[in-house]
């Protein structure tokens, strides 16, 4: 079973940057994808990005490509997601989540950091 906690989330002004972190814990990952979600008030949740464990092939949503960067750090387990240029729009609970690299849908999840920017 895999564990997951989200931090580093917070208030910041439009155009700053935070950096989120997701610590994983329970089993190796290496042949697992993480992956970043956010669902804004009265909003599907939606796809951020996402990394494979092993080689760190990555992928974005249109939405946030060139402000997000997504990473992980093998030696801590831990994921990140770091976020530059937020606008109001950005404002949202953030998730990670984490799936075997088989499977089509993510099974385990953090509890969430919320994440808002201000105009």
């Known amino acids: 079973q895999v564990q997951l906690a989200e931090s580093g989330g917070g208030s910041v002004q439009a155009g700053g940057s935070l950096r989120l972190s997701c610590a994983a814990s329970?089993?190796?990952?290496?042949?697992?994808?993480m992956g970043w979600f956010r669902q804004a008030p009265g909003k599907d949740r939606e796809f951020l990005a996402a990394i494979t464990w092993a080689d760190n092939k990555m992928a974005y949503a249109e939405p946030i490509k060139g402000r997000f960067v997504i990473s992980i750090d093998n030696v801590k387990n831990v994921g990140y997601l770091q976020m530059y240029g937020l606008r109001p729009e950005d404002t949202a609970v953030y998730y990670c989540?984490?799936?075997?690299?088989?499977?089509?849908?993510?099974?385990?999840w953090g509890q969430g950091t919320q994440v808002t920017v201000s105009s």
């Open positions: 989540a984490a799936k075997p690299r088989t499977h089509a849908t993510y099974e385990h």
């Open positions: 329970g089993r190796t990952l290496s042949m697992y994808v």
